[in-house]
């Protein structure tokens, strides 16, 4: 069971989520993660629980993956995410969890339980990488 990435550097973790609708923790993250509006930003306290909710809009200018930088993202939870993003974020150090559709809640609860583990695609694995 992969245990959760939770404040290995004694920080807030911040999780990142991409969306293209606002709605808070109902906020629905489906669809390719470069052409998300929002990114919802939850911060983890040391204990696990929500500190802060927040969220920012992508602008025109700039791509989700320079914001999640930008805002100090460590992992993002998305439904799917090109290669080139994909490795931008991994380079950084960022967690990648991909292949998740649901809510921000649901997705932040699955992940705290340790239900959503960092998987790469089959032909990746393949290729060995």
């Given amino acids: 069971m992969h245990k959760p990435k ?14 293209n609708e606002f709605r808070g923790l109902q906020s629905l993250i489906d669809g390719e993660f470069k052409n998300a509006r929002y990114l919802v930003l939850v911060e983890l306290l040391e204990d696990g629980s929500v500190g802060e909710l927040s969220y920012v809009e992508v602008e025109d200018y700039e791509s989700p993956a320079s914001l999640v930088r930008r805002k100090n993202g460590g992992i993002v939870i998305c439904d799917s995410i090109d290669d080139f993003s994909r490795a931008y974020l991994l380079v950084l150090g960022v967690e990648v969890i991909q292949g998740f559709r649901g809510t921000v809640k649901e997705g932040l609860e699955k992940y705290l339980k340790g239900e959503l583990t960092p998987p790469y695609p089959e032909t990746l694995q393949e290729d060995g990488v």
């Fill in 6 to 19: 939770l404040l290995e550097v004694r920080e807030l973790l911040r999780i990142v989520f991409p969306v």
